[in-house]
């Protein structure tokens, strides 16, 4: 290191110490001391105390992140001295009993806080318990959490302590209805749902000052679950009226505070820390600057030129400056709440002021590389603390935006499930941004360095808003068969300009990728589902018909159906018409019977497994979640032997799912190809097959399925068979509407798919047009999982042909949808709007299908915890990079999922973040137009 390198000294290893590392380590000798041995993503810690396993999703060991990626010197010990005068720090290292020194010419302090008010070390379950002096003090002496072991021990013995409350149905009482309250006890109601659940407040809320309709939210959610809520309660532990009034005249057998928080400042001099403040004071007072001053208010620390060389960032400050004389909402930098962004946003400007410092002491510069003056800049109260993303359970949440000093300010602008989903990515990201990962800090690094002042970040406000017409005579009709993925993008791009009716033989949405969680954990299946009519007709203004489509007829264009509630058939005809009608997943069956669609055709459901639900319900698919649920609970409290026959990503996600939720189950699954996940890269195929490993699921490759050989059952460990099989292999069609002239004569499942030409428009298999118009154009497409997926070149291998296979997976059925509505919408201008060039004098013409680049996109789970994701796939065996893997992928495809159905649900969120997904106005690669559809 050139010897002009100036030593900044970082006191603390968390978010905003990290944060300063990362931005100071390119041009400055960085030295990050941390009195523990690991990172703890403390907003998220509640979880693991009900989940363990969670725990290692929020930690990290910081030596090889701070030495190895950031480049960085990393001490694990504990400072017990800081010297602003000399600018040395006096510290007692961990594996010695001497102490040591280190000298600075900048020292950040981003030493945290404790969230315990009233113990004398503000001791808590939140954070670990890492001061020399504390330990001996504390509620749990015999664990050492600067060691991330004693951290896990901590967390399974309080897990182990709740668990046995919960065992014999014990009361709770949580003191304190902020974020950290409500999230706790909605976390014990969710994981432990025995227990009797009491929260309080003195405030007339939950949430504090945050804006009342989050509150109510909140409220409602706690209610609905049967928590028991008392606000404008002060708590008196000595006092019978308190616990009569609670409903607790006995006491709890169980109490947890969760209100306020502690300063844990115990090496800066008396002179530097605050008289008062929450927890008793002792806080570190710091100029506009984020410079450390005294008491006086005189800057502690600082050079002979008055410039600070000491700076107190995050929850160690004391979190505002104030104006003698004038209100809290009336001094220059007002309350700041101690969360992780805010000290993160003050680390920028602490980071900022060393660098103009540097340069204007050491280098004698006056200016900046742009001519701007240099100075030292002055702390804003930051934008983003006020967003709070408060959690009900693992399923729900609401996140609240615009929040400031102000009581009741902010918006609750994101709730329920997508919610929650953000909620884990934040977690998720943030954990990678912290421990160096390149996805977290692409995600995260404009959050703080935003380019552009953020003065100008006003808060904008979307309304959604729909205009009712009386529609035009001259609009075409357009039936779209199916209301599923494909079905309602077609919907959604159509519904402006047409005459839209939607067909669904059953009421309700169903996000089929992600159905497998919902028979482990039951009450997901909530997430993945919505019913059809109010979505397509309110929302969409649409029209929807809830009944199976009998007869399609390509001559007369006229659709005959099976309305749900009557007996005799009804004909409706159109001018357009999509086929979006999906497929089923049992190719053994003669009706393509699986756990992972629902039963839905009428002729089907006597011949089937469960004759006695009627899947067509939401209900009735409720109910089937639940009866299987029930049937491998039985079958874990017997350790019974499950097979699973096929490895793609169904089978894999699924063997992972059963493992995860029900542990005691023996698993083995097999495949007859070398490898899990068929043809996809053996990156990823390796790394699911590690993970099966180490959780011992049994596998088996290369093995072709033969129940009926005693050589099978012994070569697989199964003498006797498995207590249950699952087959998790294949497709089949249910194109029982289409005359037998359109389908293919092979293909998976025994064929029976819709064929279908460049255009999409259905074909014979004489490759003659099918339902065309007298000029040519096709008036009737088949898109997605419902057609042959690929158009043939005779003589040629399938990676010639002019669209080769396409998985049957939802990204490809709605990129076809696309181009079949652009078909529909140029025909439509042809035909009976005579034009021959759209609005920019391109010239119209009926487009072709390409293999789109999404369909090599297969994100893989491996329980809720894990996944890994492949993107650039295509025909060719072994194609593709497995380029995302671990927490962050899990959350992704949670991400995913949340916000896809949100999008099909005709959700503001969801629309925003998929459309120009399919809608893309240049294709730099992949087989679309340059320019878009």
Same mark, same amino acid.
């Given at each position: 290191m050139?010897?002009?390198q100036?030593r ?6 968390s ?10 380590a390119?041009?400055?000798l960085v ?15 509640l ?22 990626r950031?480049?960085?010197k990393y001490?694990w010990?504990e400072?017990k ?6 600018k ?5 290292p961990?594996f010695?009993?001497?102490r ?6 900048? $020292? ?12 004398k ?6 954070f670990?318990?890492?001061h020399?002096?504390a330990?001996p ?12 072991e004693? !951290?896990?021990r901590h967390v399974?013995e ?10 014999? &149905? ?7 209805a902020?974020?950290?309250g409500?999230?706790?006890?909605t976390?014990?109601?969710h ?11 003195f405030?007339?809320q ?7 309709s ?14 028991k809520?008392?606000y404008?309660?002060k ?9 009569n009034a609670?409903g607790?005249?006995?006491g ?11 300063a844990?400042n115990?090496?800066m001099?008396k002179?530097?820390l605050s008289e008062?403040?929450?927890g008793?004071?002792?806080w ?8 450390? %001053?005294t ?5 502690w620390g600082?050079?002979?030129k ?9 929850? $160690?400050?004391y979190?505002?400056v104030?104006?003698?004389?004038k209100?809290?909402?009336e001094?220059?930098i007002?309350?700041?709440?101690k969360i992780s ?8 400007? &602490?980071c900022k ?8 002491l050491?280098?004698n ?6 001519g ?8 804003h109260w930051?934008?983003? &603390?006020g967003?709070f ?8 949440a609401?996140?609240?935006?615009g ?12 709730w329920?499930q997508v919610?929650?989903?953000q909620?884990?990515f ?7 941004? $912290?421990?160096?990962g /390149?996805?977290?800090?692409c ?7 935003t380019?552009?002042p953020?003065?100008?970040?006003a808060?904008v /406000?979307?309304?959604?808003?729909s205009l009712?017409i009386d529609?035009?005579?001259?609009q075409?009709r ?9 079905g309602l993008?077609a919907?959604?791009d159509?519904a402006?300009?047409?005459l839209?009716t ?6 309700f949405?169903?996000?089929?990728p ?8 039951p009450k ?10 109010p ?13 199976e489509v009998?007869?399609?007829?390509g001559e ?6 099976k309305p749900?509630f009557?007996?005799?058939r ?8 999509i086929?979006?009608?999906?497929c089923?997943f049992?190719?053994f069956? %003669?009706w393509?019977?699986?756990?992972w ?10 011949e089937?497994?469960?004759p006695?639900?009627?899947?067509r319900?939401l209900e009735?698919? !409720?109910r089937?979640?639940?009866?299987e649920?029930?049937t491998?609970?039985a079958?874990?409290?017997k350790?019974a032997s ?8 169904i ?6 799912e059963l493992?995860h939720?029900?542990?005691k ?5 097999i495949d ?8 996809l890269?053996?990156?990823a ?7 099966m ?10 093995? %072709?399925y033969d129940?009926?050989?005693?050589d ?5 460990g199964?003498?006797?068979g498995?207590d249950?099989?699952?087959? $998790?292999i294949g ?14 004569e ?5 064929g029976?798919w ?6 999409l428009?259905v074909?014979?298999r004489?490759?003659?047009?099918w ?8 008036r009737? /497409? ?7 997926s ?7 291998k399938?990676?010639e ?5 396409i ?5 490809p ?5 696309i ?13 009976f ?29 491996l329980?809720?915890?894990d996944?890994?994701f492949v993107?650039g796939?295509?025909w060719e ?5 497995c380029?995302?893997?671990?927490q962050v992928c ?7 999922e949340a916000?896809?159905?949100d ?6 969120i969801g ?5 120009f ?13 340059r320019?878009?559809y």
């Open positions: 050139p010897p002009q100036r900044v000294l970082i006191i603390g290893g978010f905003a110490g990290l944060a300063a590392g990362r931005d100071l390119s041009h400055y030295t990050i001391i941390d009195a523990k041995e690991f990172f703890e993503y403390t907003p998220g810690v979880r693991a105390y009900v989940k363990p396993k969670h725990l290692d999703a929020l930690t990290f060991t910081l030596q090889p992140v701070i030495e190895t950031m480049a960085c001490i010990g400072v001295e800081l010297n602003g005068e000399q040395t720090a006096t510290y007692k961990m010695q009993s001497d040591e020194t280190i000298d600075f010419d900048f $020292c950040i302090i981003a030493a945290g806080c404790n969230f315990g008010p009233f113990h070390w503000g001791e808590s379950l939140w670990p318990t890492i020399e002096e330990r003090e504390g509620s749990w002496p015999h664990l050492d959490e600067r060691f991330l004693g !951290r896990r399974l309080e897990y182990n302590t709740i668990k046995a409350l919960n065992d014999k &149905a014990a009361s709770i009482l949580v003191v304190g902020g974020f950290i409500v999230e706790w006890v976390e014990l109601q994981f432990f749902p025995k227990l009797k659940l009491t929260i309080i407040d405030l007339p939950p949430l504090g000052p945050l804006p009342k989050a509150a109510t939210y909140c409220e409602n959610y706690m209610k609905k679950v049967g928590i809520q008392f404008n309660t708590y008196d532990a000595k006092s019978p009226d308190f616990w609670i607790l005249p006995s709890p057998d169980k109490e947890y505070v969760c209100i306020g928080v502690k844990s115990y090496f001099p002179e530097t008062k403040g929450p008793g004071g002792g570190i007072l710091m100029d506009m600057n984020l410079g450390v %001053k008491r006086e208010g005189k800057p600082a050079d002979d008055g410039y600070p060389r000491i700076f107190a960032v995050g929850d $160690c400050n979190s505002c104030e104006a003698p004389g209100k809290p909402d001094w220059p007002p309350p700041i709440p962004y805010p000290g993160e946003e003050m680390c920028i400007v &602490a002021n060393i660098e103009h410092i540097d340069k204007m050491f280098q510069k006056t200016t900046d590389c742009c701007g003056e240099l100075k030292v800049v002055d702390m930051p934008w983003g &603390a967003m993303a408060t959690s009900l359970g693992p399923d729900d609401c996140f609240v935006a929040a400031n000093w102000e009581k009741n300010s902010g918006l609750c602008c994101v329920g919610c929650a989903v909620k884990e934040i977690e998720a990201s943030k954990t990678d941004e $912290c421990a160096y /390149f996805i977290g800090r995600i995260w690094y404009f959050v703080h360095h380019p552009v953020q003065s100008l970040l808060q /406000f979307l309304f959604e808003f009712v529609m035009p005579p001259q075409r357009v039936l779209l068969i199916g209301g599923s993925f494909a993008a919907g959604r159509l402006s300009h047409y839209v939607i067909i669904d033989a059953k009421e949405f169903e996000y089929t992600g159905v497998l969680r919902a028979y482990v954990k997901h299946l909530d997430a993945l589902t919505f019913t059809l009519q979505v397509i007709e309110t929302r969409m203004a649409c029209k929807y018909i809830w009944g009998k007869e399609l007829n007369q264009k006229t659709a005959t159906y749900m009557q007996s005799d009804e004909t409706i005809d159109f001018d357009f018409c086929i979006a009608a999906g089923n049992g190719p069956h %003669k393509g019977e699986s756990l669609f629902p039963t839905i055709h009428e002729d089907a459901r006597p089937g497994s469960w006695h639900l009627d899947e319900f009735g698919r !409720r089937h979640v639940l009866e649920y029930n491998i609970k079958l874990n409290d350790a499950i097979l699973v026959v096929g490895a793609g990503f089978g894999v996600e699924w063997v992972t493992q939720f029900f542990p189950l023996k698993l083995t699954i007859f190809l070398p490898q899990p996940l068929g043809p890269p053996k990156s195929a390796t790394y699911c097959e590690n993970y490993k180490k959780v011992g699921i049994k596998q088996f490759y290369n093995t %072709k129940a009926k050989s005693p099978f059952w012994n070569a697989i199964l003498p006797s498995p249950k099989e699952y087959v $998790c497709v089949k069609a249910s194109n029982y509407f289409m005359p037998k002239e359109t389908l293919s092979k293909g998976p499942g025994g029976g819709i064929l279908m030409d460049m255009n428009g074909k014979t004489e490759g003659k047009p339902g065309a118009d007298d000029k040519g154009y096709p009737i /497409f088949a898109v997605g999982d419902c057609n042959y690929c158009v043939e070149a005779p003589g040629k399938p990676d042909w002019p669209i080769p296979p998985p049957k997976i939802s990204y059925g709605e990129e076809m949808c181009v079949a509505c652009k078909n529909i919408e140029h025909i439509d201008k042809m035909l709007q005579n034009k021959t060039t759209d609005c920019c004098g391109g010239e119209l013409k009926v487009a072709d299908m390409h293999w789109p680049w999404g369909a090599g996109m297969f994100a893989t789970s329980g809720p915890d996944a890994c993107a796939a295509n065996k072994n194609s593709g990079l380029c995302v893997w671990g899990a959350v992704q495809k949670e991400f995913i916000s896809k159905t999008e099909c649900a005709y959700g503001f629309r925003c973040i998929w459309y997904v399919h809608h893309t106005p240049v294709h730099l690669f992949g087989g679309g137009p320019w878009g």
